[in-house]
């Protein structure tokens, strides 16, 4: 079991081809909003064995799967609050302070982490590539820290 440090770490886990470059500097470009008071990395693996044994190593109630058959959101402020109400049931458990998003490939996830039942999610009904379901759950991370600030947040602008 990790560590509780209080800070809150953010960890994306996905499989998977290099993305895009365009991808990269919007992941980026969330990763350096985001990073004020929390941890937030994203760990990557081209190989479907080493992207189960990163899933596994992970406590399980920190595990969120993302896929379009998961639990729908009507709009950003459900999202938020469902963030927010897993945040503070895993403030409950030994690791409380880290939630680990997990993206599968073009073919999904394989089978030992479909038979684990995690907590499933989906970010929308359409078939997503792996690459813009990272970009797409970082803005909505993202719009969720600023919404609990109560910052208004429409089209970036700060």
Not at 87 to 107: M, Y
Not at 132 to 137: A, F, H, N, S
């Amino acid at each position: 079991s990790t560590q509780s440090t209080g800070v809150l770490m953010i960890r994306l886990l996905s499989i998977g081809k290099n993305a895009p470059r365009w991808v990269d500097e919007a992941v980026n470009d969330y990763f350096t909003r985001i990073k004020n008071d929390k941890k937030i990395e994203f760990v990557w693996s081209k190989k479907e064995k080493n992207f189960i044994e990163l899933v596994e190593k992970e406590p399980p109630e920190t595990i969120v799967c993302l896929d379009e058959g998961g639990k729908t959101f009507k709009n950003s402020e459900q999202f938020s609050n469902w963030f927010f109400k897993r945040l503070e049931l895993n403030q409950r458990t030994p690791n409380g302070d880290r939630i680990n998003f997990v993206i599968g490939s073009a073919e999904g996830f394989p089978k030992t982490i479909w038979l684990k039942k995690y907590e499933t999610i989906s970010l929308s009904p359409l078939t997503l590539t792996h690459q813009m379901t990272r970009v797409l759950l970082l803005e909505q991370i993202y719009r969720s820290f600023e919404m609990s600030k109560g910052k208004p947040y429409h089209r970036g602008k700060e």
